[in-house]
């Protein structure tokens, strides 16, 4: 079935730039999310992309998409430690009614 | 105000004892679901509905059960709670078909079964 995947953890300089990566398996996915959960809060859609793009910028973040490596990064401009959160990555399954196939989720970790 | 409601936010049981967590949506959404967060799993759909009356299994759905009676409320039920049901719930609802970036989480219930 489909997966994602991305890795857990990541710290991060204040002010420096983040990248979190995530690759993903079903190739037909329409839309790749990335969503924020900050400490005991629930989920916020941070942005989406959709398949037939390779870029998105929204202010401070930047998601790329490379379809041929089913492979989706968010990078974080000038990270600040109100960016500390869990950041989920998730596609839509193609086979489900707006099912969403997440990720384990990466802690990002920013620090002085 | 696009809302989905969830209640309790914060529950401590005991193993057995039977428990419901209300999810309640204004958007007049069709489609209905919900999912448990667990550490280093991400979240997993447990059932979802695609309108009243129309319930499925997710991937997760062992010892729970869900109704759909009204478009507006979708309640999880563990019948027998156990310790591995120790977990974060959420509720999402979207419009039928919708592009995705339509879905619509609440904010989480904390559930700890002792």
């Known amino acids: 079935g489909e997966d994602v995947e991305q890795s857990l953890f990541l710290s991060v300089r204040e002010g420096d730039s983040s990248v979190i990566n995530c690759t993903y398996t079903d190739s037909s996915s329409t839309y790749l999310y990335w969503y924020k959960q900050e400490p005991g809060a629930g989920l916020q859609l941070l942005t989406y992309i959709f398949s037939n793009m390779d870029m998105k910028q929204d202010q401070r973040l930047t998601v790329l998409l490379n379809k041929k490596d089913k492979h989706l990064s968010l990078r974080i401009a000038d990270t600040q430690t109100g960016d500390s959160a869990i950041y989920f990555c998730?596609?839509?399954?193609?086979?489900?009614?707006?099912?969403?196939?997440f990720g384990a989720g990466t802690r990002l970790a920013v620090h002085p | 105000e696009a809302q989905v409601t969830q209640n309790p936010r914060y529950l401590i049981t005991v193993t057995g004892k039977k428990l419901t967590v209300t999810c309640s949506q204004n958007m007049n959404h069709e489609y209905m679901s919900w999912y448990r967060q667990d550490p280093g799993l991400g979240l997993r759909q447990i059932y979802y509905?695609?309108?009243?009356?129309?319930?499925d299994k997710g991937d997760v759905p062992e010892g729970y059960k869900v109704s759909r009676k009204e478009k507006r409320n979708f309640p999880l039920i563990l019948e027998s709670p156990s310790p591995n049901q120790t977990s974060l719930y959420f509720c999402?609802?979207?419009?039928?078909?919708?592009?995705?970036?339509?879905?619509?989480f609440g904010e989480g219930s904390w559930l700890t079964v002792v």
């Open positions: 509905s695609m309108n009243v009356e129309v319930t």
């Open positions: 998730a596609e839509i399954d193609s086979g489900g009614y707006n099912k969403l196939i």
């Open positions: 999402a609802s979207s419009l039928s078909g919708g592009d995705g970036n339509t879905i619509y």
